[in-house]
């Protein structure tokens, strides 16, 4: 992965800014920002610690070429995709989009920081999610509840038993999907069929624009 | 002079019948004002008052008409006997509506519609119908000086109301700056793209257009005269001088740039590779739509934009205030290279971005096309090798040691107004000096050391313009942009005030205008702005004048010369009709005919003055007519109520308040004399610009006055009045009434 990297800086040099509008989705709006500031004093995550730059600040910094930094940062996966910044922004940037943009671009060159809850959610989902084309409850909560480890993973079960019993009274969680199968949509050959064919079309964007 | 014959009429109408004693108010017009003629009308102001009235002028030879009804400032179209005098009682602002219709307040209410009645008729008997300024010049030809856009913005929109124009201009040919710019920011939409500079159009308008006279390399040697009457000598460099009959003046001189020297810790001057906006250009019209290319030949691909360099500073050392138009100037240049070759590095370094107008989409566009913008403050460009290294504080990442390098540096330099001598500076070179220990006049060795005079007037005052903060030409930016201090002289464009080119079209066009309409007045011995169309002058009684000067030194709009005996020698078409020179006046020579110190000095001494122990004070209210009138008249259309002790006299000035009403008023006995003008200094409001700062200056010595009287100070209150202040002036008006009641009375009453 870290060739990837390698590879994308040599080409780009100096000049991130065109590096994020050729690689990243929707990265040609960055170039657009009038660092207003709306954005960032609009995002609800930005009152919680441990978010390092505002999207304007990525903004800034991708046009004054810090990439590293913008990168490996875990801005973009703070990201609650509420839309504020997106409809408020005077200058109509989809900055949510731009945001998952970069962070799917950090995660493609192998950058994106490591055990970062919503990646690991993300990540976590997609393969559970597409396994039946549908979403394994028990599994999803087990895999996220035991993330951290097997007592972080107990300690957690206990504190959300209220939920979880209350969700099997009303029959939205089945426990014994815990053994595996589970509810599955009709047609799961289909359903990865499609998937696959979607992945194949991206991967051939992107490496044309990776060779390109 | 025919026989005058003095009338009062009395309206009922407005509630006026129901609320106030009529008849009374019709024996007090007979037996105090002693009217020849009282006539009670339900409507005075509907056809058929008019008609009873009209019908008096004509058949019964009334020439003096005292309208007792509502403020002076209603119903004037109604009211409009052009050959009679006429004075208002304030019956219906001035009492009624700013009374509570109680049994209590009956009688002072009553009391204070007595004594406006007896005020307006000792008024209009002190008064004498205007006929107008016989000394008046009929040339209506404009002068416009400069050939930039502005002026020949001017020229063009005169010439196409029907007038003729003579156009000097200072170089060899029009276009001033903006023939110097490769293109010019977009003017129609989309506002995408900078567009041809538009020079070359005007020029052959004008050279068309057989009504504009155009001088180049020529400069103006001498301006005598006055509006209307203007004799302009025009020294052109190679030749003879030509002296043209002009009725207006548009003075379009424009800016030069703040000179770039003074920037070194911006690299200017240490390398070629530091340019300034002009310098940008001039290579980009060098290259006419190829590759930017350096002084040395090299191609540029990256270039560097330093906005507010040397403006908007702070510190004193350099220019205080923004240019207005570099921004939008800076993002066109980054747009040369980027149109040229898209792959030049185009950085703009600012601190706010100023984009006026429609610069916003202008901005976007180069946004679009990859110019990088940047938030920071620069601190140092250094020559690096073959390029340059700009330092900046980026002021979104707080990276204050933030870098980048380019091949050129351009910075965005600001303006300094082309405004000619500061008459100010040269009349009082002590108080200059006296005045620059402060910070705020640091700047003023920023403008050119020795400028020289661009009208050359011959007026006492000085050769120029008055000029106002940093040096532009004096304006009131919000109420009247146009009018200088000097009578059907109008300023355009940057010389008035920073601006980019489409507004100083647009400032062309409404100075022209302006002139155009100052002409014509002239023409008919009428008033400019603010007192347009008034027909009176001021003259002075000769044989009393002291030869003090203080009326040719005090006169705001330099009307006033001396002539060889030292005598006061009034240019009445230069006069704006403030009435300063009356208030300035110590021996009371100088007078209106329908305004003077008798017309204002009859009126205080007509109100009936309650004795002593009557526990009814009067306050005396002079109230300039322009803000603190029409704010006491619009008080009383919110029905908010103010005191019934006050009475108040508009004056045209609070310059043209003469101390000897303040003593007369406080010897006949009144308790308190409010005085409301307009806000001076700096921010002034004042419509006659200096005066209510001269009055206020003359009035602040009326203590001494008082305490030879043996009266509290706080009998003469200044109150500084914004025509806004509806609500807030009743209260001011009641706390000062409540305060006067606390001193106890005047003893001077019944003297």
């Known amino acids: 992965m870290s060739n990837a990297n390698e590879q994308m800086a040599a080409r780009y040099k100096n000049n991130f800014l065109k590096e994020i509008e050729e690689q990243a989705e929707m990265g040609e709006w960055v170039k657009m920002c009038m660092q207003c500031g709306v954005c ?23 046009r004054a070429g810090k990439r590293e930094e913008v990168l490996t ?108 199968g589970g509810h599955k949509c009709k047609d799961i050959k289909g359903i990865q069929a499609m998937l696959a064919k979607a992945k194949e079309l991206e991967a051939k964007r992107k490496a044309a624009k990776a060779v390109a | 002079m025919a026989e005058k014959k003095h009338a009062a009429y009395i309206c009922s109408g407005c509630g006026l019948g129901e609320r106030l004693d009529i008849a009374a108010l019709e024996a007090v017009a007979k037996k105090e004002g002693k009217m020849q003629v009282v006539k009670t009308h339900p409507f005075l102001c509907s056809a058929e008052g008019v008609a009873m009235i009209r019908a008096d002028i004509d058949d019964e030879g009334v020439t003096h008409a005292a309208l007792c009804a509502c403020s002076r400032r209603a119903k004037t179209e109604a009211f409009n006997f052009p050959t009679t005098a006429i004075s208002r009682g304030n019956l219906r602002e001035g009492v009624i509506w700013v009374r509570p219709d109680t049994e209590e307040a009956r009688e002072t209410t009553q009391e204070m519609a007595e004594d406006y009645v007896r005020m307006a008729c000792a008024e209009v008997k002190a008064m004498t119908q205007p006929a107008g300024n016989p000394n008046t010049g009929t040339n209506k030809t404009l002068l416009v000086v400069g050939g930039g856009m502005s002026g020949m913005t001017s020229a063009l929109e005169a010439s196409k109301a029907g007038y003729k124009v003579v156009l000097v201009e200072k170089t060899g040919a029009l276009g001033g700056w903006a023939a110097k710019l490769y293109k010019r920011t977009p003017t129609r939409e989309p506002f995408k793209a900078p567009e041809d500079n538009g020079v070359a159009d ?162 976007r566009s180069a946004q679009n096309k990859g110019v990088i913008f940047s938030k920071g403050v620069v601190s140092e460009v250094v020559p690096n090798g073959d390029a340059c290294t700009v330092r900046f504080h980026d002021l979104i990442l707080d990276d204050k040691d933030a870098r980048i390098e380019a091949d050129l540096v351009v910075l965005a330099t600001g303006v300094v107004p082309n405004s000619g001598v500061n008459i100010d500076a040269v009349a009082a070179p002590a108080a200059e000096a006296a005045g620059s220990e402060e910070g705020a006049e640091a700047p003023a060795p920023v403008v050119e050391e020795k400028p020289i005079s661009i009208l050359n007037l011959t007026y006492r005052q000085g050769p120029d313009i008055p000029q106002f903060k940093w040096g532009f030409t004096d304006s009131h930016f919000i109420c009247f942009p146009y009018e200088t201090r000097r009578t059907a002289i109008y300023t355009a464009g940057p010389v008035r005030r920073p601006m980019d080119i489409a507004q100083a079209q647009e400032d062309a066009t409404g100075a022209a205008m302006k002139a155009i309409q100052a002409m014509e007045n002239a023409g008919l011995g009428k008033a400019a702005h603010p007192r347009a169309g008034d027909l009176s002058f001021p003259t002075a009684r000769l044989e009393g004048c002291t030869q003090c000067k203080r009326c040719t030194v005090e006169c705001p709009f330099g009307a006033i010369d001396e002539d060889e005996k030292r005598f006061p020698l009034f240019n009445e078409s230069r006069c704006r009709r403030c009435g300063t020179c009356m208030g300035a006046c110590p021996v009371r020579v100088i007078s209106f005919e329908n305004y003077s110190v008798n017309t204002v000095g009859a009126q205080i001494k007509a109100v009936n003055i309650p004795d002593e122990f009557s526990e009814k004070p009067r306050i005396l209210i002079l109230a300039c007519e322009n803000d603190a009138y029409p704010a006491l008249d619009m008080a009383a259309m919110n029905r908010n109520e103010y005191s019934a002790f006050v009475r108040a006299i508009p004056v045209r000035c609070l310059g043209s308040v003469n101390t000897i009403w303040i003593t007369d008023a406080l010897n006949s006995g009144y308790d308190g004399v409010m005085l409301m003008g307009c806000k001076h200094g700096e921010e002034y409001q004042c419509h006659f610009v200096k005066g209510s700062e001269l009055g206020r200056y003359r009035l602040s010595k009326v203590g001494d006055t008082l305490k030879n009287m043996n009266l509290e100070t706080e009998r003469v209150f200044d109150l500084e009045v914004a025509i806004t202040d509806i609500d807030t002036l009743p209260r001011k008006i009641n706390d000062y009434a409540a305060k006067i009641q606390e001193i106890g009375m005047s003893p001077f009453k019944g003297f």
Request: hydrophobic letters at 35%; glycine letters at 8%.
């Open chain 1, 73 to 180: 940062s875990n801005s973009m996966w703070m990201c609650t995709s509420c839309y504020n910044c997106y409809v408020r922004c005077p200058r109509k940037l989809p900055i949510t989009h731009i945001m998952h943009g970069i962070a799917e671009y950090a995660y493609r060159l192998g950058l994106a920081p490591k055990m970062q809850p919503t990646l690991h959610l993300s990540q976590t989902f997609w393969n559970n999610c597409t396994k039946t084309g549908r979403v394994n409850e028990v599994k999803l909560t087990q895999s996220l509840y035991f993330k951290d480890g097997f007592m972080a993973g107990i300690k957690k079960g206990l504190e959300m038993k209220d939920v979880a019993l209350g969700l099997v009274k009303a029959k939205r969680l089945n426990i014994f999907e815990a053994l595996g």
């Open chain 2, 202 to 363: 005007l020029v052959a308008q004008i050279e068309a257009d057989a009504n504009i006279k155009v001088y180049l390399n020529s400069t103006i040697a001498k301006t005598a005269g006055a509006p209307g009457r203007f004799k302009v000598d025009i020294a052109m460099e190679s030749g003879p001088t030509v002296t043209e009959d002009i009725g207006a003046i548009v003075q379009a001189t424009g800016f030069n740039l703040y000179d770039a020297n003074r920037l070194p810790h911006l690299g200017y001057g240490k390398t070629p590779h530091v340019v300034d906006q002009a310098g940008l250009e001039a290579l980009a019209k060098a290259a006419n739509g190829g590759v930017i290319k350096r002084a040395d030949g090299k191609e540029v691909k990256s270039v560097v934009f330093v906005q507010c360099a040397g403006q908007r500073d702070p510190s004193g050392e350099h220019l205080p205030y923004c240019s207005g138009y570099c921004c939008n100037t800076s993002i066109k240049q980054a747009m040369y290279f980027k149109d040229a070759n898209p792959d030049v590095d185009t950085v703009v370094l600012f601190t706010d971005l100023r984009t006026p107008g429609n610069g916003e989409d202008f901005y």
């Open chain 1, 40 to 62: 960032s004093g609009s995002c609800p995550t930005n009152f919680h610690p441990g978010w390092d730059h505002p999207p304007q600040e990525i903004f800034m910094m991708i």
